[in-house]
Nanobody, 114 residues
Framework: QVQFVESGGGLVQAGGSLRLSCVTSGNVFSTNVIAWYRQVPGKRRELVAAITRSAITTYLDSVKGRFTISRDNAENAVLLQMNRLKVEDTAVYHC????????WGQGTQVTVSS
């Protein structure tokens, strides 16, 4: 069973920063596009950022210039550096493969206060 373990969320004031980490198995990490998604209760889950095996990246328009996704090949991890956070970034953040995700993990809560 494929598992994703997300960490790094927390409570931060608007304008602050957080770094999220996602660890998965080596086989999944090395053979797939890995993405960060986020979901607010009552809304659809949305793609925040994705990174290919060759480190090509794509971002949701609203996070461009503030968020950076990267891969740590030694740790089978995908990181999401989030800077200049806004209240509207508040959500549960998940990582998974893209475009066909496996089952979802618990995610990590990011709360940005005004």
């Amino acid at each position: 069973q494929v598992q994703f373990v997300e960490s790094g969320g927390g409570l931060v004031q608007a304008g602050g920063s957080l770094r999220l980490s996602c660890v998965t198995s080596g086989n999944v990490f090395s053979t797939n596009v890995i993405a960060w998604y986020r979901q607010v209760p009552g809304k659809r889950r949305e793609l925040v950022a994705a990174i290919t095996r060759s480190a090509i990246t794509t971002y949701l328009d609203s996070v461009k210039g503030r968020f950076t996704i990267s891969r740590d090949n030694a740790e089978n991890a995908v990181l999401l550096q989030m800077n200049r956070l806004k209240v509207e970034d508040t959500a549960v953040y998940h990582c998974n493969t893209y475009p066909k995700p496996f089952s979802w993990g618990q995610g990590t809560q990011v709360t940005v206060s005004s």
